[in-house]
Structures are given as C-alpha cells and as structure tokens.
C-alpha cells in the first residue's frame, strides 16, 4: 500500500551545512500494517515522514500510495488521505475553537465526513461519542476551547481530528513525547485501540525501545537516511531492549567501518 524506493535527500546541497537526510531508502508497506520506526537523532526519520507528506520533493526515489505514484503530488492533496501527528501537542489543534469545533472541522478532511463548522444537534452527538471513547472524560466539555486543554488531551484530540475521516495512512512523529509518561501510556493505548479499529496503515516514530518493540508488528530502524534493521514475526518477538541497542551498535560500527574503507 506504501512504497517507497531508492529515495534520496540532500538539504543545503553544495554548502558547507549540506545534509543528506535520505540515503536511498526503500520501504513497503502492507494494508494495515503497523510499524513502528526507531532510529538516533539525525537518523532522517522525521525526514522521511516530510517526504511522504509532500512537504518537498526528494532529488530521486519514488512514493507510491495505494498504487498511485504520489513523488510530485501537492502536499494538500496528499493530506486528504495522510493524517500526521508531532511531538507538540499545541500542533494540531486551533487552540480558539472548541473540541466540538475543531473535530467538526476535521470531519470536512477529504470532504468524506458529514460535517460543517457549524455543529447540527446529530453530530454534535455523535462527535460527543467519538470524544468520550478516549476515556478522558472530554465529552462533558465539548464547548471548552481547546487551548484551555492538557498537553495530552489536545493530544488526544489531533489524533481524534486526524483519524474521524479515516486517513490512508497515519504518520505519528514521536507523538507521546512530550508527554508525562502517565499521559504518553494512555495516548499510545489509544492510538492502538484507534488504529486497530480501523485497521489504519501506520507509523510511528519513537525513541522508547520498548514501546516500538511492543506496538504495532513490524519494527525498523533507520541510519543515515536508510533502513538498516527490518524485525516482524518470531525475530522481532524473541526481541529485547538490550538485544536490540547492541545490534544497533553493531550496525552503526559497520557502517563507520564501511565509511573509512570508503576513505582509505
Ligand atoms: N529543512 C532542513 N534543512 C536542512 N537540514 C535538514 C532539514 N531537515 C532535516 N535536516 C537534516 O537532515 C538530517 C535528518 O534529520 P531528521 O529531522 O529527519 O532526523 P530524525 O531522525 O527525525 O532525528 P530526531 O530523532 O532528532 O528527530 C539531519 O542531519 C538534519 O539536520
Ligand atoms: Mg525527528
């Protein structure tokens, strides 16, 4: 359902801060898959997801989403089918409007939902009931402006906002991590429980070990803008944290190595 090959990024190229933050990455999605992306700072993950979203171009490579080559699609459109979340829970939401709102607004992603800014009394129902399935207790403050939120409840709400029209694929960019880790567990729980509902194709960028070991059933790890680690299945299962941080270690040391090979 995604496939990405052989995709390359190169910022400031030709200056002395020239970076490149996509190194022929390849990468294929299933219907439905949820992988979880795991990679150091740098590594091109949030990179990746800027590609993917449209933001710029890439210098070469190839994005294809349900069959259709998306490479040089205009990011806007590409939104109608991609929902993405960030790290900073202030990112998603107009923080003037009120929850019932601003998910009112969501509904129009895509012109697929029923809705209009203007909230009749049947979706602000149904919208209450979307709300109170977070748990959160949220649904008895749907007139409440969303800047009056928690951190992890206007969390809560994006991802609400990005999955009511159901996106193609949902992009998650370390979005528990700014989060206290009370918060960040409940937010992840209800990532699962959302994306499995609607079986959403997605990934999730994280630097918890654990959680990208335990969410979703595919993990990769990227390095210098490729993927140099692919687990799913009884391999990814018989996978522990300190297994998993020494054959990072052992991966990046090749790659060190392979470098100096390069320049000897
Ligand atoms: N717009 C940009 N202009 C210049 N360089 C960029 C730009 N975006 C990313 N880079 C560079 O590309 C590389 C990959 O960055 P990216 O943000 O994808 O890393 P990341 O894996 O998401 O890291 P982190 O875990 O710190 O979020 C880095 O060297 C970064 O400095
Ligand atoms: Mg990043």
Redesign the pocket.
Known sequence: MLEIQNLRKT??QGTP?E?R?LDGLSLHLEPGEFVTIL??????????F?AIAGE?LPDSGTIELDGKDITYQKEHLRARMIGRLFQDPLKGTAPDMTIEENLALAGLRGNRGPFSPAVGKKDAAWLREQVARLGMGLEDRMKTRVGLLSGGQRQAITLLMSTLSVPRLLLL??HTAALDPVTAEQILAVTREIVAEHRITTLM?T?NITSALSVGARTIM?DR?RVVLDLSGSERAAMTVPKLMERYRQQSSHMLDSDRMLLS
């Open positions: 910022f400031l801060n970076r933050a990679g150091s700072n740098g590594a091109g993950k949030s990179t990746l800027a710029f960019d370390e960028i630097h990227l803008g």
